[in-house]
């Protein structure tokens, strides 16, 4: 059974801050690492990564993917108040597409002002 | 350009009831991914309609259904409604797997 898991699952940091979000996958055939921004409702997208793009940034966010340690990193530096939210990260085979995406519980991130 | 729109956006419904979700996707996106969201379990996937096609289901029984229409708007059934059915089920769109999936801000069932 695939499986996503991430950490911390839940995180109080300070606005200006640098945080770290980890996720770990076992996913077979596995083809795609996404990440999410969950505010309130609709998850919000944030990258894909697959071997052909293993490191993505836009902003103050980043991530990278280790195919071979099976994980992934999401980065956020000088944080603000608005990057309050839960981060999921999502596993896909077939390209992320037919077979679904595994879904990790999420890491709940709060920035203190 | 419109999001994955999804309708109704709460429902309240008894044990034993059945319920009907709605979800439009971004036009020109076929791909129609359904999923239930409950504190415990967090996002699981329930099926994926392409083209009218169901391609793959969750692990969900069968009550649990769907189908999609030439106008790729998709909707999701549940009958004999159970209290641990209660959730927030979110519908995603995609033109391609390539570019990830667009959710929408999903339907919140509660069953009583």
């Known amino acids: 059974e695939d499986k996503v898991v991430q950490s911390p699952l839940s995180l109080v940091v300070h606005e200006g801050d640098t945080v770290t979000l980890n996720c770990s996958y076992e996913?077979?055939?596995?083809?795609?690492l996404l990440w999410y921004k969950q505010e309130k409702k609709a998850p919000t997208f944030l990258f894909m990564l697959?071997?052909?793009?293993i490191e993505k940034k836009s902003g103050r966010l980043s991530s990278i993917l280790d195919k071979k340690e099976l994980f992934s990193i999401l980065n956020i530096t000088a944080t603000q108040t608005g990057d309050s939210a839960v981060y999921l990260c999502?596993?896909?085979?077939?390209?992320?597409?037919?077979?679904?995406?595994?879904f990790g519980k999420g890491t709940h991130l709060i920035i203190q002002p | 350009k419109a999001g994955v729109t999804q309708t109704p956006r709460y429902l309240i419904k008894t044990r034993g009831q059945q319920v009907t979700l709605s979800c439009s996707p971004i036009?020109?996106?076929?791909?129609v991914s359904w999923y239930q969201q409950t504190p415990g379990q967090g996002l699981q996937f329930l099926f994926e309609?392409?083209?009218?096609?169901?391609?793959n289901k969750g692990n969900f029984p069968g009550r649990f259904s769907g189908r999609q229409f030439s106008n790729s708007r998709s909707e999701m059934n549940v009958s004999t409604l159970e209290l641990g059915d209660s959730a927030l089920y979110l519908c995603?769109?995609?033109?391609?797997?390539?570019?990830?999936?667009?959710f929408g801000s999903g339907t919140r069932l509660t069953v009583v």
């Open positions: 995603a769109s995609s033109q391609d797997s390539a570019y990830g999936y667009t």
């Open positions: 996913v077979t055939n596995f083809r795609s």
């Open positions: 697959t071997s052909s793009g």
């Open positions: 999502a596993g896909g085979d077939s390209g992320g597409g037919a077979d679904g995406l595994t």
């Open positions: 036009s020109g996106h076929r791909s």
């Open positions: 309609y392409f083209s009218e096609t169901q391609r």
